[in-house]
């Protein structure tokens, strides 16, 4: 699949005849083809010729291949092989286990495994809350997909959604200090993957539900939620919805207008999509029409799928009809949660002056962030190589943090609002502009101030099980 925008990066090992071909030669062709040399290493040398890896980017992936192309007819090049620095990345997964002490004697494996570990069982066995302090219970996630609704990219298989899950278990890790599991379940069965995660949920502190395709995704969450002790979050629902609310409160203080009276038209009504119109709607929006590819949803129609219904009866207040090109006139806010390319240049000519456009598909936005660039008022994607990603991982590091440092039941609704609060906080008044309405992911801000505002709303609303010491001022829970 071409992708059309972002980097694309590739390594080229060359062999050089020195005496047939100057190295200035080969990084003009490699220019004049639209690549950038990032980096040049030398991996052998001979007398009359020499090896090198040269690190190349281009913004298509088209003109990678005219590069490799143009360096196959160089007289004296000879090219050895081809690295996809994405692939490489990848190669044999992302994450490893390791143990958290080294097993050096027979002393040490007497303790950690039989026979001294049948005492630390039966500690367990007698009092199950034992777990969150003697196994990895407590500070451990498990990132759940049925590779049902991957990024955009669909239904693409448990395993090919694995990639996806390794790489938010390393985001987990690396911003949050969460141990994380990507496990893909070789079933789309709505029981099945109840039954699978409940029977999975004792070596965990929380599940994080992720890219399961909607309406299922809603029963199993609901189901889970009751069902089990432990958090059960939807990432695509609840952390874009957190992101989203954060961005949009930020993106409404550039161009001035109150969240009350913005016309907001939400495309994809799919798990991302309902998530965010919730809590739209509970921030205050009146105004709030879904499209998805059938239209508008309006109360007058009846739906195969239920939540639309209860969506429609929500939404749209005014019943407009029509596809989105008509929907969007007159519209103060855009937020895309469908597919790559939706929508065009036109459409958002026809919104209200200073337009909000998050375009958040994945990997493709809506529409390329080039295209309005000179018509809208702020822009969003939910990439990283764009200015202002909302994306859920500004959010489910932080949360999970949060509610496994209080060891809280579940994550509702006032945890939610409070990580949206605490990530538009993150950006200073005076830092505020079009370009920067959000903060990095890298920003240490940010799981920093979830954290505090979640387990405060965790404690007010009496789901935390444990008190973190900074948060005991009076008693203990
Ligand atoms: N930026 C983020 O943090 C973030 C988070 C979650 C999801 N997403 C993106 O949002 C999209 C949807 O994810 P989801 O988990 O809600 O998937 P989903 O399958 O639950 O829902 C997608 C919905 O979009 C609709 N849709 C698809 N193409 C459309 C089109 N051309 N016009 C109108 N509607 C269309 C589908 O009918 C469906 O209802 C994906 O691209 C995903 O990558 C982004
Ligand atoms: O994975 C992402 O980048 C965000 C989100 O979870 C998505 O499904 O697109
Ligand atoms: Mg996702």
Same mark, same amino acid.
């Given at each position: ?26 990084? #003009? ?68 286990m ?15 495994? #039989? ?5 630390v069982c039966?500690a367990i066995h007698e009092k199950q809350e034992n777990a969150y302090k003697l196994t990895i219970k407590r500070n451990t996630v498990a990132v759940v997909s049925d ?11 448990p ?6 899950m390794?790489?938010k278990a390393?985001?987990f ?5 969460v141990d994380a599991f990507p496990i893909c379940l070789d079933t789309q069965n709505t029981e099945e993957i109840i039954t699978t995660i409940k029977n999975l949920a004792p070596a965990f502190g929380g599940i994080n539900l992720e890219d399961i395709?909607?309406?299922r995704c809603f029963e199993i969450e609901e189901r889970l939620r009751e069902e089990l002790d432990i958090p059960v979050f939807h990432d695509d629902q609840h952390g ?15 161009? %001035? ?78 937020? %895309? ?43 969003? #994607? %939910? ?13 489910f590091?932080?949360i999970f943090r949060a509610a496994l440092d209080c060891q809280a039941t579940t994550i509702n609704?006032?945890m ?42 965790a404690?007010? #609303? %009496?789901v935390a099980r444990r ?11």
């Open positions: 699949m071409k992708d059309t925008i972002g980097g694309k990066s590739i390594i080229l090992r060359v062999e050089l005849q020195t005496e047939a071909v100057h190295f200035g030669q080969l990084i #003009t062709v490699i220019t004049e083809n639209g690549g950038d040399v990032i980096a040049i290493d030398v991996i052998q040398t001979g007398p009359n010729w020499t090896v090198r890896d040269i690190t190349v980017t281009a913004s298509e992936q088209i003109q990678l291949e005219a590069v490799t192309g143009a360096i196959k007819l160089l007289q004296g090049v000879k090219l050895v092989h081809v690295s996809d620095r994405t692939f490489l990345l990848h190669l044999g997964g992302k994450i490893e390791k143990p958290k002490v080294p097993i050096q004697n027979r002393d040490d494996l007497s303790r950690v495994y #039989t026979p001294d570990v049948a005492r039966m590779g049902s609704a991957v990024l955009g990219l669909g239904n693409i298989g395993y090919a959604a694995m990639p996806v390794e790489g390393m985001l890790k690396q911003l949050a200090d395709s909607s309406p874009t919805a957190v992101v989203l609310y954060a961005g949009l409160i930020n993106a409404l203080k550039v161009v %001035g207008k109150s969240i009350h009276e913005a016309k907001v038209v939400v495309c994809g009504i799919g798990a991302a999509g309902i998530a965010c119109s919730n809590i739209l709607l509970a921030a205050g929006v009146k105004e709030l029409i879904g499209v998805d590819r059938e239209g508008a949803l309006v109360s007058s129609t009846s739906y195969n799928n239920p939540m639309w219904n209860w969506y429609a009866e929500r939404t749209n207040p005014n019943r407009l009809t029509g596809s989105l090109h008509e929907i969007i006139e007159g519209a103060d806010v855009f937020i %895309g949660l469908s597919s790559g390319g939706v929508l065009k240049r036109g459409d958002v000519e026809r919104m209200a002056p200073r337009p909000i456009v998050f375009v958040m598909a994945n990997p493709t936005p809506e529409i390329h962030p080039d295209e309005i660039e000179d018509i809208a008022g702020v822009i969003a #994607t %939910g990439r990283s190589d764009f200015p202002n990603q909302i994306n859920n991982v500004l959010c590091p932080g609704e006032e939610k609002l409070a990580a949206s609060a605490a990530i538009a906080s993150v950006v200073a008044p005076q830092e505020l502009n079009k370009l920067y309405i959000i903060p990095s992911v890298f920003n240490q801000e940010v799981v920093r101030r979830i954290r505090t505002g979640v387990i405060e709303a404690i007010r #609303t %009496g008190m973190p010491r900074e948060f005991r001022s009076g008693g203990s829970i």
